[in-house]
């Protein structure tokens, strides 16, 4: 681990000052470089990965061995971000003993800086027992990807009066079981601001409105590289797409209209080599 790179006491600091926190995804070497440069304070290696890079209709389908391999890279591409992994859908449920392995897995392959996990009081204890082996761990309440099936599909999440509490109640448990930070999606921004005072540790809301401690969004998303359905609380802020989409079909034409390579990008070999070479292929 870099000692240049941000820490889970730096980002409580953050909370304190109520300096914004800026998360953003990365999946690859170049994509890690380029948000490190930019100044995002956390790399989020989201098992959105499945969805946006691999193709996959879901988060489900995501193995720890690709979070890794796209750890790694990610690892690789970046200097100063805490990077955070996301461990994929059963790799933390079955039992704590078996979560504890693959998060600890997960890091010394990596060299990241945490895991993120979903769940509220049902992940406590797991929670409690991977921070003990001293590896800082994310949470992640409201609107859980890897339980969209049971949540009833991708839907705003806290909004009556139980479901409210008992996202309240997640959250106190999370922090009370060593949880560093807690990330909120789709959940109405009341419901956030009353967690975000409540609790201690920096809360990032995605869809939770602007009382959070910081935003994380999908890399893909900002930048307009994502085609699939784009969530209400997405907001894109580049059109990378069609800038890559120009520039790949320039190459296409120009290669079919033989303007490059041109002689900028072309080797020569000296005249009487080229003539030896002729006479003996005579
Ligand atoms: O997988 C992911 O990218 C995430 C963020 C949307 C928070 O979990």
Redesign the pocket.
Known sequence: MSATRLSTLDLREMKKKNEKITMI?AYDYPTAELVDEAGAEII?V???LGMVVLGYPD?LSVTLGEMIHHGKAVVRGSKRAFVII?MPFLTYQVNSEEALRNAGRTIQETGAQGV?LEGGVEIGETVRKITQAGIPVVG?LGLTPQSAGQLGGFKVQGRDLQAARKTIDDAVVLEEAGAFML?L?CVPWQLARVITEKLSIPVIG?GAGKYCDGQ?L?YHDVMGLYTGKRPKFVKQYADARTEMLRGVNNYIDAVKKVSFPGEEHTFTMPAEVLASLLDSCQ
């Open positions: 995804t989020l989201g098992d959105s988060t996301d993120k992640h990330v999606e995605i994380v999908v």
